[in-house]
């Protein structure tokens, strides 16, 4: 594993995450790391590093007192949803997150673009180490964690009220991070 800083957290981050999306990670205080991630779904904590995060809220504004959270309404029984994946499939999401409904097809130039959009993953994930575990909604990951997350059918287990949401949540023994996005129409 590549030993990662800010900068190149950053750069990795803004290469991966826009508009409507949200990248985010938090400390790791309790045992049940569900309600570690419901705080950082929830703006309720700052990255412990001090590295930025990319918050938007699918219409593009900031959250914020006056924006409504996408994750509101979460509580920890809907991280019921939320199926453990390999590291590489947790990168293979994160890539397609760029894309509406969430798909490889999305991806304008994808083909081209691949081994860019993996590095760029895979960098955001080193954050968390080797022994780190990952979790996702898609529904691919439930019967089998080692799934082509490129190749899998496009159904997630929504977290929020919109169309689609679907996304990566990173666990360390000290972090917890989610990697998000959203399908508003």
Not at 31 to 43: C, E, G, K, T
Not at 84 to 112: C, H, K, N, Y
Not at 154 to 166: C, H, P, R
């Amino acid at each position: 594993m590549t030993q990662i800083d800010d900068v190149l957290w950053s750069r990795s981050l803004r290469a991966m995450f826009g508009e409507g999306m949200f990248a985010a990670v938090g400390a790791r205080r309790r045992d049940d790391w569900r309600l570690d991630a419901l705080d950082v779904m929830q703006l309720r904590t700052d990255d412990p590093r001090g590295w930025p995060r990319i918050v938007t809220a699918p219409a593009g504004s900031n959250y914020g007192a006056g924006s409504e959270n996408p994750f509101g309404a979460v509580t920890p029984g809907d991280f019921d949803a939320a199926f453990p994946v390999a590291r590489s499939g947790a990168e293979q999401i994160m890539v397609t997150l760029q894309a509406d409904w969430f798909q490889t097809e999305g991806i304008q130039d994808f083909d081209a673009r691949e081994a860019e959009l993996m590095s760029h993953a895979r960098v955001v994930l080193e954050r968390f180490g080797a022994d780190a575990l990952f979790f996702t909604n898609a529904v691919s990951a439930r019967e089998n964690p080692h799934a082509d997350m490129f190749g899998r059918e496009g159904a997630y287990e929504g977290f929020t009220s919109y169309v689609m949401d679907g996304g990566v949540i990173a666990v360390s023994a000290a972090e917890v991070g989610i990697f998000w996005g959203f399908t508003t129409d």
